[in-house]
DNA sequence: CGGGATCCCCACGGATACTG
DNA sequence: CAGTATCCGTGGGGATCCCG
């Protein structure tokens, strides 16, 4: 896969790109991160881990992972009713290049901020 | 950096996660492509070389890349204008990265709509 | 406990017209 | 040529209430 064919895999409308756009919308990296580090978690633990996210989004983020098959739900028949959730295979491999994200993020952090600041003064 | 720190930093109005949102925008990665592929583009060319992309939201991603110092803008003051646009060292560094996840996502594109299908049809 | 269903706001982004 | 300004629709996402 070459450049211009990486380019092209962008456009809009495409799958790649819709894939990609997992990793840009705003709860999925950190639902990922958090089964990342507690492996198996209820939806209470997750909410809880994940103090800002709203109930509707954790609900929604959950479900495009699981139908994406980065994380496996496994419903548990029982009364009060038990939800466990986890990373499948395919959800760990990805969780590798959010990391190096991530490095690079905090590694160009303070002078983005920098850079930013004096972009508005200029 | 371990694991919880890099969670952290992913919270909502963190830098970090402020960083990464660029990632997730609709067409900065495109424009940074673009502009590995061919150094030193003017404003027209871009916009041919991204055919989908506005005039609008090719002006607001050059503005915030270039306020972030990924890209450097370049005015000379001729008549008529020209404005040359190229990639910064910072810009330069970031773009490896968004390459692995592009190859992770053509490599699991498949399997993802296919997941996505039987998701549906549960 | 693990969600669904609703209402609502506003930011993203497209289309169009105008300017130095 | 390289933008700016404006209008406007859509949908992401928060808050709240409800249910098995």
């Given at each position: 896969m070459n450049r211009n064919e990486l380019r092209d895999a962008l456009?809009?409308?495409c799958p790649v790109r819709n894939v990609l756009s997992r990793v840009g919308d705003k709860w999925s990296m950190l639902v990922l991160f958090t089964l990342e580090a507690?492996?198996?978690?209820r939806f209470k633990e997750l909410q809880r881990n994940i103090p800002d996210i709203s109930q509707k989004m954790l609900t929604a983020t959950l479900k495009m992972l699981e139908a994406d098959a980065l994380i496996l739900r496994e419903a548990f028949p029982e009364i009060p009713p038990r939800v466990e959730y986890s990373l499948t295979d395919k959800g760990k491999s990805l969780l590798p290049l959010i990391d190096n994200l991530l490095v690079w993020a905090s590694e160009n952090m303070e002078d983005i901020m920098e850079a930013r600041k004096n972009y508005l003064l200029k």
């Open positions: 456009y809009p409308n507690n492996e198996r978690q």
